[in-house]
């Protein structure tokens, strides 16, 4: 039997977010809700340190916004002449690039975890980010949260499991997203997983997932929640 879990709530707000859809090159789209890398990247900034999956019991996070767009990019690329010489020399431009880049306008992403994080979130160390160094982000709100668990509901604007997409026939974007890296000056993917992507602007889908699903009591939005164990286990 599933027990009520005791949490927080965070809504992080933004004029903009790119969350980069694998595998494209030359034009970049953007999903509508970040893969798992993002969470734990946010949870990081606003520790001040990495943050590792083996340190969150649980989180579940959704996200909405407003409108998509597409902007023009301009992105140089560097080299020196000579990396292993000493000095290291000057790095020059080598190449510049425009390509498009899809974003999202007005996000707002509301992520829910263990009491014990609220206090990173009201004095974050580094700047948040919803993608890339210009999609800066602000805590909108802080509360404390009850999680009450159920068998069925109507998600949007959450990451699903591929095996609840599958058992549920349910329609969502399928993508092979990250889950986490390594604080590796040169990060290293820790593992990848198969989510269905629900867009919080396109439709709600309802689903059946036991020990999956859990509804907040204050507005009754229902999402899948993330435990520790699941995630560790993939990871491995």
């Not at 602007?201 to 164990?229: C, I, K, M």
Request: with cysteine.
């Amino acid at each position: 039997m599933e027990t009520v879990l005791e949490g927080v709530r965070v809504v992080l707000t933004a004029y903009t977010a790119s969350f980069r859809v694998p595998s494209f090159v030359g034009h970049q789209l953007t999903l509508p809700v970040p893969p798992l890398s993002t969470i734990y990247g946010l949870l990081s900034a606003a520790a001040g340190r990495w943050v590792l999956p083996d340190e969150v019991t649980w989180l579940a996070f959704r996200c909405e916004y407003e409108g998509k767009a597409m902007d023009l990019e301009t992105i140089y690329q560097f080299e020196r002449a000579n990396e292993e010489a000493l000095p290291m020399p000057k790095p020059l431009p080598k190449t510049r690039t425009v390509l498009q880049r899809e974003f999202l306008a007005m996000p707002r992403l509301t992520v829910y975890l263990p009491p014990g994080w609220e206090a990173l979130f009201r004095a974050p160390r580094y700047a948040l980010l919803l993608g890339r160094t210009q999609d800066v982000a602000g805590v909108d709100s802080i509360a404390s949260v009850t999680l009450e668990p159920v068998k069925e509901g109507a998600v949007s604007g959450v990451l699903l499991l591929l095996e609840l997409v599958m058992q549920n026939n349910t329609p969502a974007w399928l993508h092979n997203l990250p889950i986490a890296f390594t604080d590796e000056p040169r990060r290293r993917l820790l593992g990848m997983g198969i989510f269905g992507v629900v867009d919080a602007r396109r439709h709600f889908a309802q689903l059946r997932a036991p020990n999956w699903l859990f509804r907040d009591t204050s507005n009754g939005v229902v999402l899948p929640v993330y435990r520790r164990e699941w995630i560790v286990d993939v990871l491995q």
